[in-house]
């Protein structure tokens, strides 16, 4: 099998959590079709769910309540630190185009758990103790 590399798209990720910051309430549109495991980018994971989180306590979303959510929990560093999330805020994004952005970022993820779901059944297949009923 060849390697390679898993779909994903940084850039619509680092777009989805910039817009959160600089427009708190462009959470509200992507928190019931977005989860935290969608993002590829580890990273962008925690900074989503720090987000996620702060939305669902009824929380502000700014910079100092991310920073602070992580810290607490023990995941900025996991997060890229200040450093991450200052760069995300430099990228010149558009919060209006946050669904497309989600869209995209849920394609890939999709993508993902059905290779992983292929590769599954692959090995399932090569394991001759398993029957065929077991891996249907």
Not at 15 to 39: G, M, R, T, Y
Request: with cysteine; aromatic share 8%.
């Amino acid at each position: 099998m060849i390697d390679r590399i898993l779909p994903h798209n940084t850039e619509a990720e680092e777009a989805i959590i910039a817009s959160i910051i600089i427009d708190p309430k462009a959470i509200e549109q992507v928190a019931s079709i977005l989860d935290s495991e969608a993002f590829y980018v580890t990273q962008h994971s925690y900074l989503y769910k720090a987000s996620l989180a702060l939305y669902e306590q009824g929380l502000p979303i700014d910079l100092i309540q991310i920073e602070d959510w992580l810290r607490q929990h023990k995941q900025l560093n996991k997060a890229g630190g200040k450093v991450k999330i200052n760069r995300l805020l430099k990228q010149n994004i558009s919060t209006a185009n946050i669904n497309q952005y989600a869209a995209i970022v849920m394609d890939k993820y999709y993508r993902r758990k059905l290779i992983a779901d292929c590769q599954d059944i692959t090995a399932a297949c090569y394991d001759e103790t398993n029957t065929l009923s077991d891996i249907y």
